[in-house]
């Protein structure tokens, strides 16, 4: 049964916390612990987490703001599970973090966290909602509006991440997954199969897999699993096509064999396929069914992607992450940026968006059109204009707000109209002849004069025309004295940081992604500290300053022997003088 989580409101009047000096108490508030504590913890809609739980009078739940700021917290510092248990139960910062005062309060068992992780998955991939990112996005929402962040102007930046698996090669995939298929048959389909079998039982895949030396050893032992592995998959359909480990060897041999010709007389035997063959989406692992193989300049990568959106408006004194993507690592930049944006517009109202030049192109252009966002590179992909001649960038286009071109207007100056060419497939604009004929650019120009029209003409299509201005923006922002995109690359650097050589201890999409956006929440948080802590200490300067310049001077620190004659002249002595005048 759901229940929210209201006790962290009403602090103890004894406790950890309060027991501290005052100097230490204010330096536990102005940490990242208190900082995390009111702008995550406290910040946090509970409610949403209601659809894990029953709706019949039962035992309560852990609270969810603890459940969801210990994964964010074992994210962000890079913590094992044993080690972010640990701290919970004895760090008095963590336990602060998360709204207790007291050591023994909020006990719990780590299996509630492990049932929580899989709730979390399986509502995700039933109703296709991830409700730590939904989660994410409503406390940094909460954020910018309580800081005033400005998010018209924002940068992207991507980077590849690794998940938990071992590297390993075709043949020995193919053993393991072998395996696997022979530990889910019952008794009888083991002693029936147990010759099929024995070849790949006798030690592990990579004791399999060293003992074949040589290129033409490799591609022997490739043709003799792709076979036992064919007649495998027809024998068993019937009875395990709904197991896991069937699926599993199923996409293993279609990723790495060419299906058998089927003829009328008799089945040929399946033939491996060439390493050039093999698709950047094949199997990487039987353990993480996602990830993906990219080659990326001179880096070979398997696992995934990371996309990270942040502010980047000037006049803004912090900038804070506001979307974070997971994808297989062989999904272009210009996917993200199309998926991402429909989000960022709804929820920042995002106008502008900085980024490297792999986000250009005709996914992200139609999505840009449509959200009315403009997108400014810091590089174009493709080679680079030829110094010697006029590009398409050289020229102005104006855009219909459908994104048709409607004018043209060439480096001297001239503006005509863009029609759409007679095939209704391009676009062409018409140039005045005499201006054009005595134009000291003619001879570098792309426009040209017609055979029959005297004209010149210049012609280009819809996608050239958007890549064209994509250019034209690029260049004045390399002209520009500021590149605002580059500091996104330190950004991507501290999400990753907790997490060594970028390698990530979970695996599969779903808990790569909450592990990436944790680490971005945390990151968030300590900005925000650092920007608060900065703030307080320019007011006290300024406080200094202002009292300084008015002349105030504080009073010094009065001895205990000046203290003491003072009580005794305010005390002692006046009854002393009464004493006197009575007589005693």
Not at 99 to 115: Q, V
Not at 433 to 442: E, K, M, N, S, V
Not at 553 to 567: G, I, K, R
Request: glycine content about 6%.
């Amino acid at each position: 049964m759901f229940k929210k989580n209201s006790k962290h409101q009403q602090p103890a009047l004894i406790s950890a916390a309060s027991e501290l000096p005052e100097k230490q108490r204010k330096r536990l508030e102005h940490s990242w612990a208190g900082t995390f504590y009111k702008e995550f913890f406290c910040r946090l809609e509970e409610k949403a987490f209601a659809v894990l739980y029953s709706a019949l009078p039962s035992r309560p739940n852990v609270p969810v703001n603890v459940l969801v700021g210990l994964e964010a917290l074992k994210a962000g510092f890079g913590w094992s599970d044993a080690e972010m248990y640990e701290n919970y139960c004895y760090n008095l910062q963590v336990r602060y973090a998360l709204g207790y005062d007291r050591l023994g309060d909020g006990d719990f068992e780590i299996r509630s966290l492990y049932y929580f992780r899989e709730r979390l998955s399986k509502y995700n991939a039933e109703q296709g909602i991830n409700l730590l990112e939904k989660a994410f996005e409503q406390i940094t929402d909460a954020q910018i509006v309580a800081l005033k962040i400005r998010t018209g102007m924002q940068r992207m930046d991507s980077t590849q991440i690794a998940s938990n698996i071992v590297s390993a090669s075709r043949l020995q995939l193919l053993v393991e997954a072998i395996q696997r298929m022979e530990r889910i048959l019952n008794e009888a389909d083991k002693v029936r199969l147990a010759e099929t079998f024995a070849p790949y039982l006798k030690d592990s895949a990579g004791h399999y897999t060293y003992r074949v030396k040589g290129k033409e050893a490799v591609q022997e032992h490739l043709q003799k699993i792709g076979e036992t592995i064919y007649s495998l998959l027809l024998d068993l359909k019937s009875a395990y096509a709904a197991r896991t480990a069937y699926q599993v060897l199923a996409r293993i041999f279609n990723d790495n064999f060419h299906l058998p010709a089927q003829s009328s007389r008799e089945e040929s035997s399946p033939k491996a396929k060439e390493n050039k063959e093999l698709t950047s989406d094949c199997l990487q692992s039987v353990d993480d069914l996602e990830a993906s193989y990219r080659t990326k300049g001179t880096g070979h990568y398997k696992g995934y992607v990371a996309n990270v959106t942040e502010t980047c408006d000037p006049e803004n004194e912090l900038q804070l992450i506001t979307k974070v993507q997971v994808a297989p690592n062989n999904v272009d930049d210009t996917q993200l940026l199309a998926e991402a944006l429909p989000n960022l517009k709804e929820r920042t109202a995002v106008k502008t968006m900085l980024t490297d030049g792999g986000y250009g192109g005709e996914d992200s252009d139609a999505a840009l059109l449509e959200q009315d966002v403009k997108l400014i590179q810091t590089a174009i992909r493709g080679r680079s204009p030829n110094p010697g001649k006029l590009h398409l960038s050289d020229f102005t286009i104006k855009f219909t707000p459908k994104g048709k071109p409607s004018k043209v207007t060439c480096p001297q100056g001239q503006t005509v109209l863009a029609q759409t060419s007679s095939r209704k497939k391009a676009f062409v604009a018409h140039f005045n002849t005499g201006i054009c004929r005595d134009c000291p650019l003619a001879d570098k120009c792309l426009a040209r004069p017609g055979k029959r029209d005297g004209r010149y003409h210049l012609r280009f299509t819809q996608v050239k025309a958007r890549a064209s201005e994509r250019r034209r923006c690029s260049r004045a922002q390399t002209q520009a004295d500021r590149n605002l995109r580059a500091a996104v690359e330190a950004t991507v650097r501290s999400i990753k940081h907790p997490f060594p050589a970028g390698k990530l201890p979970v695996r599969g999409k779903f808990r790569m992604f909450c592990m990436v956006t944790g680490s971005a929440a945390v990151a968030n948080v300590r900005r925000i500290q650092r920007y608060l802590e900065a703030k307080r200490k320019l007011e006290n300067d300024q406080m200094k300053t202002l009292k300084e310049k008015e002349g105030f001077q504080e009073q010094p620190s009065v001895s205990f022997y000046v203290f003491l004659n003072a009580v005794f002249r305010a005390w002692v002595a006046p009854k002393t003088f009464e004493q006197v005048n009575l007589g005693h």
